[in-house]
């Protein structure tokens, strides 16, 4: 009876001090919780935007922006490769005194000032920046906000250094896939691979640099006979023997040739099993795309430097392409190229995305490859380059680890800048984001919604 009086008395003050503590823990809690806490969201603002130009191997210069605020928490931006500072700068007048976390208000008010291919620089860094920014006061990463990740990795793809001899370009090739250890491979073949070798290429003579290398291909009378597209096939051969037929293979820079010399040649490289061939003409020619497309088995990607979501959806609706390929730091930034791939998706296209700028840029990119269903593979123009990932800290090294990178779990991008790495890379002549007074004013009068 003692024995069991004790026991009871026993159990009765264990299941009390359980109580207990289970009220001590269920005290009152912050109301803003997981958030920085040298932030106070609702009274965030805007103080100020400075940029530094990355200069590296490979397409570059690379603008990289800070925006800071008045609470100390700051966002990393980066403007599209070989572009200027401007885009951004004159941009920054119309969100000094904003909250960086109205995202998609800020972003309404700057889309007009951006455009194709490098004019969206300005808009797009500083939404990049302001997702940062977002990140960091709620302590998460970008992904999550855009509502999780698909993958925990997310695959790379690289081209290969070019060579006028076949065997070793396949050779570069395997080193790319064996040494590397990438999983999707691109390579970049076109026209200037016959220079020299005569009834190769039919083209008009005394054409001037413009003609050959800007003026739109159905323009050029530029065409390409059996013979180059023999030539030609020997080099896609050449890569194929040398990484087999197992690992995805692109093509890029077929050069400006006529759509006919473009359907010849998809169908020559049929055995080859391309992933696809890409800007076979401008994006803007729907119906030749699409006509393109339809004519020959070989995979047609486009979009690199596309801007507004209601091209690529035209391009999808239409069937145009096969793929999309948009270009993160062109085509809207982090929120809106997530929501090219949703929308791609209702159309059943897969998306590629390109990219050839700084571990800041990678980022965003890695983020919103994660948290998009149909994403293939992110380009990466820099693996060559051995002091790329050290701009930047916070991350898993190496960044491109055998053919994929980590998706970062930090706030924000998940990275911040090495200082000393990018002093020692800027630009000559230019500062380490020096103060941009000059821009703090108003240039011009905007949209009346915004005004």
């Known amino acids: ?76 931006g980066e403007i599209r490769d070989i572009a200027g500072p401007n885009y951004a700068l004159v941009l920054k007048s119309r969100i000094l005194g904003e909250n960086p976390l109205n995202i998609t208000y800020l972003f309404n008010k700057l889309q007009q000032f951006g455009g194709p291919s490098r004019q969206a620089g300005g808009v797009v860094a500083i939404e990049m920046a302001l997702w940062d920014i977002a990140g960091k006061v709620y302590n998460i990463p970008i992904y999550q906000m855009l509502g999780g990740k698909w993958r925990d990795r997310v695959r790379v793809y690289a081209d290969t250094t070019e060579s006028m001899d076949p065997k070793e370009y396949g050779q570069r090739a395997k080193e790319r896939k064996e040494v590397m250890g990438l999983t999707w491979i691109k390579m970049d073949l076109g026209i200037n691979v016959l220079e020299g070798i005569p009834n190769t290429v039919m083209q008009p003579s005394g054409q001037s640099r413009w003609e050959q290398h800007d003026l739109p291909h159905p323009f050029t009378a530029t065409e390409v006979t059996d013979k180059g597209i023999d030539r030609l096939c020997e080099y896609v051969a050449a890569v194929r023997d040398a990484i087999g037929m197992e690992i995805p293979l692109s093509m890029d820079h077929l050069g400006h040739i006529g759509p006919n010399s473009v359907i010849r040649l998809g169908k020559a490289y049929e055995k080859f099993n391309l992933e696809w061939m890409e800007d076979v003409v401008p994006w803007y020619y729907t119906d030749m795309l699409k006509h393109i497309t339809d004519s020959m088995p070989t995979p047609t990607i486009t979009g690199e430097d596309i801007y507004d979501i209601a091209d690529f959806e035209k391009l999808c609706a239409n069937h145009a392409v096969s793929k999309i390929h948009p270009d993160l730091a062109t085509s809207g930034g982090i929120l809106q190229t997530h929501q090219i791939g949703d929308m791609a998706f209702k159309y059943g296209v897969p998306m590629a995305m390109h990219f050839a700028g700084t571990p800041v840029c990678c980022m965003a990119n890695v983020h919103c490859a994660a948290a998009t269903q149909n994403f293939l593979a992110l380009e990466n123009h820099s693996l060559d380059v051995p002091w790329w990932a050290d701009l930047v800290e916070g991350v898993e090294k190496p960044i491109v680890n055998k053919g994929f990178i980590k998706v970062p779990e930090g706030p924000g991008l998940g990275v911040t800048l090495n200082e000393d790495m990018v002093r020692k890379h800027l630009k000559p002549g230019t500062g380490y984001f020096e103060p941009t007074d000059q821009w703090n004013e108003k240039q011009s009068w905007d949209d009346a919604v915004f005004s």
């Open 1 to 76: 009876m003692m024995n069991r009086r004790r026991l009871l008395k026993g159990s009765a003050a264990a299941l009390a001090g359980g109580v207990l503590g289970s009220t001590a823990i269920a005290e009152p809690r912050p109301l803003f919780q997981n958030v920085n806490t040298h932030s106070s969201p609702s009274d965030l603002k805007i103080t100020d935007l400075r940029y530094a130009i990355v200069v590296k191997p490979g397409p570059s210069p690379c603008v990289l922006i800070r925006i800071d605020t008045n609470q100390g928490v700051y966002g990393l």
